[in-house]
């Protein structure tokens, strides 16, 4: 149980430190915190996706398996499960260029 009991009822403990996201948080307000720096955690946002995609050289791999395949694989399951995994990482890398092209708003008549 978190806190002590008053009368039958939970109290929780006044001085927690904050933990996970909450322990980031600035001295500002959200709103104008988020106004602020929406642009650069755009741009982070879509650098962090980028880097983790390591999905662009798995496709390269996927790709050589598929062409390299005996002919009595090539209109199998194996075949049709390669070519539909190559398929949805080509439209993760174009939803990607999207997002790395994507005009943001300004707001405030900056438009």
């Known amino acids: 149980?978190?806190?002590?009991?008053?009368?039958?009822?939970?109290?929780?403990?006044v001085n927690r430190m904050p933990t996970g996201a909450a322990a980031c948080i600035p001295d500002?307000?959200?709103?104008?915190?988020?106004?602020?720096?929406?642009?650069?955690?755009?741009?982070?946002?879509?650098?962090?996706?980028?880097?983790?995609?390591?999905l662009m050289e798995l496709r390269e791999e996927y790709e050589a398996w598929r062409d390299n395949l005996p002919d009595n694989q090539r209109d199998g399951i194996?075949?049709?499960?390669?070519?539909?995994?190559?398929?949805?990482?080509?439209r993760f890398e174009e939803m990607l260029d999207e997002l790395e092209n994507m005009d943001l708003p300004l707001g405030f008549g900056r438009d």
Do not use: C, H, N, Y
């Open 1 to 13: 149980m978190v806190g002590s009991l008053r009368r039958g009822v939970a109290v929780a403990p």
């Open 28 to 54: 500002e307000p959200k709103a104008k915190a988020a106004r602020r720096f929406r642009p650069r955690r755009w741009a982070a946002s879509v650098e962090a996706v980028s880097e983790a995609a390591d």
């Open 78 to 90: 194996l075949a049709e499960k390669l070519d539909a995994t190559i398929a949805a990482v080509e």
